[in-house]
């Protein structure tokens, strides 16, 4: 598994970090989750290239990306990634976006047909009722509980992660996503991340509604749905009702559940089943 190349590219306003893993096929723009950034991609890159030109980018607030004061919607990120294919001179893109970053894919889809070829939504983008908001806000708790504190030292850092069963078996992949989203500062490391903007991030995507961008979405959709819950059955991030709506509302939607995996093992473990549709879909 190589490590990517880092570039910049010019967002809306703002610089975005980008990492690229260089390859012959067609872009494909990977968005990740609410507390993560580029290098989740890592993993499912490596299974995509030569084949395919894969760039992941850091969410403005995440990573090296610039962390404005404000801005942390929906609609302030499809903005960046309009902003970004702009930069690049790239018409139109492929995009894969897991957890938050399916939700800002299938906006940036209904906004901007013209420029999106296929989107793929890993484990996001349902519509969601309020409770289960709070049940998946309290499953991801231990992802947020690192943001803002400072540790003694990366080890420490990690120590708490490395005890979630969601994210097992621990890799090197999972490693280097961590090191590369700590920061050194007086009393040791800490997450880039401020804790205000995720706080901002997560009220505004509660009061979406999703479904409304369902109808508008011309491209095909490929839909990968983890079968497991992170901490029990009942914090799916996409019950079976939310994902059934997708399916039944977006025009040309293919479902696919990845069985035995969760929220975080669909991204971060190796699994045959994901590359092989992927690999399927993008080559249709």
Known sequence: MSDPVMKRARGDGIQIQLATWEGKGQPILCVHGVTANCRCWDLIASTLVPENNILAMDLRGRGLSDKPSSGYSLQHHIQD???????????????????????????????????????????????????????????????????????????AYVALVKLAPFLQPWSQALEDYFRYESEAVEGGVRSRINPANIMEEAQNIRQEAPSKYYSKVACPVLILRATDGILSNDDLVLPESAVDRMVSEIPDALRIDIKGANHFSILFQPNETRDRVIREFFEK
């Open 81 to 155: 990634i309009f902003c970004v294919l702009d930069d690049l001179k790239q018409e139109r893109i492929v995009l894969m976006g897991h957890s938050l970053g399916a939700y800002i894919s299938l906006a940036f889809a209904a906004n901007y047909p013209e420029r999106t070829e296929k989107i793929i939504l890993m484990d996001g983008g349902g519509q969601l009722t309020q409770d289960q908001w709070d049940k998946f806000s309290l499953a991801i708790k231990p992802s947020l509980d690192r943001l803002g504190r400072v540790f003694p030292s990366f080890d």
